[in-house]
């Protein structure tokens, strides 16, 4: 009885004690999480568009035209093409990262809390854990009184613990 409840015992500290994420990572700052891949796939009406400035809407709506002219098949074999949506692709992030529409959406992304990031956030997580675990442990043995010897004997037991109680 007493090592089936032993085994239960630690089974339970060891998957409690697995660590889970509770949130999200910090994220490249340089594109954040709705900027889109391929700004060529979007519409006019899209939001995130409408941001960009009138240059670069007007570069997007051409380069929109000429890849419907071309199919898939041909966007492979045409590299200059290619290589034109991969450098508005580039330049329209990199604007959109520095917009103030996208900054004031999220104005601190590196930060898990008011006073915290999220590195801090996991080593305080890890460590109330790990207190936690380490304080039910002791008060797992003190509730099947393995924490200490029985005192119940009718002889003096000398404590070798080194420990006082």
């Known amino acids: 009885m007493k090592s089936t409840c032993l085994t239960i015992c630690l089974t339970t500290l060891a998957l409690a004690a697995c660590a889970v994420p509770t949130h999200e990572q910090p994220r490249d700052i340089s594109a954040p999480a709705d900027c889109p891949k391929d700004w060529t796939t979007l519409w006019a009406i899209d939001s995130r568009v409408k941001q960009l400035p009138v240059e670069l809407r007007q570069e997007l709506s051409t380069l929109r035209d000429e890849r419907r002219l071309a199919t898939e098949k041909d966007l492979d074999k045409n590299p200059e093409l290619k290589a034109k949506v991969d450098d508005f692709n580039r330049r329209a992030t990199q604007w959109y990262a520095t917009s103030a529409y996208a900054i004031l959406k999220d104005p ?58």
């Open 108 to 165: 601190s992304p590196e930060m898990y809390s008011i006073s915290q990031t999220h590195d801090a956030g996991d080593r305080n997580i890890d460590i109330s854990t790990n207190q936690n675990m380490r304080i039910l442990t002791d008060d797992w043995n003190r509730f099947w009184l393995w924490g200490f010897p029985s005192m119940l004997s009718p002889t003096p037991i000398m404590d070798t613990s080194g420990q006082p109680r």
